[in-house]
């Protein structure tokens, strides 16, 4: 069921159709890793009507995390996979679905925010951005045509291989982690262009001691072509300047990440800056944590943005 709404921009007036969902939401999430998830079981126990939008999956970075240790309640860790598991567990339930629609763009007009996605246009008070971060593309050296489909920047889609030789591009804690997860049935090779990582001792001395995974410092990556079912890969030795060539079955690029705000650009930073201090919009999340990229924290963003939701609804009802 739509409502027809009438934009006026400038000269031009525009048509558009909401989708009306009944009972009508207060909130509408996008994102449902570990903040978006957070906040949607928080709205659920406080009784305020939502909509939670996943483009993907359930889980977030979870789906590339080899283990989980800093979470309470899990002393000895627990595997990323089985993590995003208990999160849609919860979900069920609860009863709480996700709508899989991608968002493309979010507005904000007479005193609603207006969700654009593929299909549909909604419409709500409040609005949680939980939409996390995307890998940093590598874009330094042509990758061949043919050899698109074996080059990758998440580790989730490898994760049920088995046998495969695959190669880790990168020296921080994502890189250590992805090739530890990889490592449980393939055979990793990491390769970084510093003498020293950047990443988490503890993950750097867990790859050094695998016995599935090589670890090769001062390589830069100089060349990457299709050989047959396989890929070849040039790298650069600091030492001594030599060369060697390197063969895969796949290639991953773990070399940072970037927050994912794409669809609010169009709010403009003004507009987003006065609906934050209204409490009418959060960040939640990987999405505004910077370096403090943890699923602990992005848990407790998700509760906070919800009760405070949960405080401004109570107070527009007094």
């Known amino acids: 069921m739509c409502t027809r709404r009438v934009f006026r921009r400038g000269n031009h007036d525009y048509e558009t159709r909401v989708a009306l969902i009944v009972p009508r939401p207060e909130v509408i999430i996008i994102g449902a890793g570990p903040a978006g998830v957070a906040a949607a079981i928080q709205l659920r126990r ?12 359930v889980g977030g970075l979870l789906r590339n995390a080899n283990l989980v240790e800093n979470y309470p309640g899990f002393p000895t860790g627990i595997r990323g996979s089985e993590l995003v598991t208990r999160l849609e567990e919860h979900l069920q339930t609860l009863q709480i679905e996700i709508t899989h629609e991608g968002v493309q763009q979010v507005s904000f007009y007479e005193d609603e925010f207006i969700i654009s996605t ?77 003498a020293q990582t950047r990443g988490l001792s503890l993950l750097k001395e867990r790859a050094q001691n695998h016995r599935q995974i090589e670890i090769i410092p ?76 943890q699923a602990t924290i992005s848990v407790g963003d998700g509760i906070r943005a919800a009760m405070a939701v949960a405080a401004a609804i109570r107070e527009g009802h007094q």
């Open 218 to 293: 001062d390589a830069e990556l100089t060349g990457i072509y299709q050989k047959g079912r396989q890929l070849q890969l040039s790298i650069r030795l600091a030492q001594g300047a030599r060369r060697k060539e390197l063969i895969a079955d796949y290639l991953v690029f773990a070399i940072g990440r970037t927050p994912n705000l794409e669809i609010i650009k169009s709010l403009g930073e003004t507009r987003q800056n006065e609906l934050t201090l209204a409490g009418r919009l959060h960040f939640a999340g990987d999405v505004h944590n910077g370096l403090f990229r």
């Open 46 to 57: 406080q009784g305020i009507k939502f909509v939670i939008f996943e483009r993907d999956a």
């Open 118 to 194: 593929e299909s549909n246009q909604y419409a709500a008070r409040f609005l949680v951005v939980a939409t996390g971060t995307i890998a940093h593309r590598f874009t330094d050296l042509p990758i061949p045509p043919e050899a698109a489909t074996r080059v990758f920047h998440e580790a989730y889609p490898l994760v049920d291989f088995r046998g495969k030789q695959i190669i880790v591009v990168g020296g921080g804690d994502a890189a250590f982690d992805y090739a530890l997860n990889l490592a449980r049935a393939n055979t990793v090779t990491i390769i970084h262009r510093g």
